[in-house]
């Protein structure tokens, strides 16, 4: 198994630019999350899915943000319009019983 | 949300020495889990204790888990460098009641 895939890897944008981040979970697991990760904020979960539907939403920090999971293999994360505030790594994660499963993360920079 | 909160925030230490980190929590749990990230890598899961566990075993690490004070604690024998990383605990509550979020971690340096 390849483990979560996420893509991309790096992303690079302007301010007010529409930014999507994609995720491919591993077969099997009926549970997805979407984690971000700064230094001055740590490691947040920004909303969580279970067999596609989501779940909880409220650590999505505002409307910009939004993210759907059309089927069991793919997830995105949407930011529209992006700002330089939402400069971060993004983690998608995938679970099956208790144990996640991470994806090497999208390292986004917003100029 | 549930979270666990990780103390010391950093520990740095000789390599062969342990260490220990701490976790604490608010709520009743299921399980415990501790991960690790390496610098710029996403989590890796290292080993899960249950809420009738108290202690458990794999390889190098030990974890206890004390449900009356709400706290565990991750113990790293004979560090190595490898093991300079991040460290999260991730109190997991019962199915259907999942609000899970990470704490900020504690960072281990390990010095060769």
């Known amino acids: 198994d390849a483990g979560v895939i996420q893509s991309p890897r790096h992303e690079v944008t302007e301010m007010g630019q529409e930014v999507t981040l994609r995720c491919k979970p591993i077969s099997g697991h009926d549970y997805l999350f979407w984690y971000r990760q700064t230094m001055m904020r740590g490691l947040e979960l920004l909303i969580y899915f279970n067999n596609n539907v989501p779940i909880d939403d409220s650590g999505m920090p505002e409307d910009r943000f939004s993210a759907k999971m059309p089927n069991a293999s793919f997830s995105t994360l949407k930011i529209q319009p992006s700002e330089p505030r939402d400069s971060a790594v993004y983690f998608c994660?995938?679970?099956?019983?208790?144990?996640?499963?991470f994806g090497p993360g999208t390292r986004l920079t917003v100029l | 949300s549930q979270q666990g909160e990780e103390d010391p925030q950093a520990l740095s230490i000789q390599e062969g020495e342990n260490a220990t980190m701490n976790c604490s929590y608010k709520?009743?749990?299921?399980?415990l889990q501790w991960y690790r990230q390496n610098s710029g890598r996403g989590l890796v899961h290292l080993i899960l204790?249950?809420?009738?566990?108290r202690e458990k075993h794999s390889g190098r690490l030990r974890v206890t888990l004390d449900t009356s004070k709400k706290s565990s604690s991750l113990l790293i024998t004979a560090s190595r460098a490898a093991d300079t990383a991040s460290y999260f605990c991730?109190?997991?509550?019962?199915?259907?009641?999942?609000?899970?979020?990470f704490g900020k971690g504690t960072k281990l340096s390990v010095i060769p």
């Open positions: 204790i249950r809420s009738n566990e």
């Open positions: 994660a995938s679970r099956v019983v208790d144990e996640q499963f």
């Open positions: 709520t009743s749990i299921n399980n």
């Open positions: 991730l109190p997991t509550l019962g199915a259907g009641s999942y609000q899970l979020t």
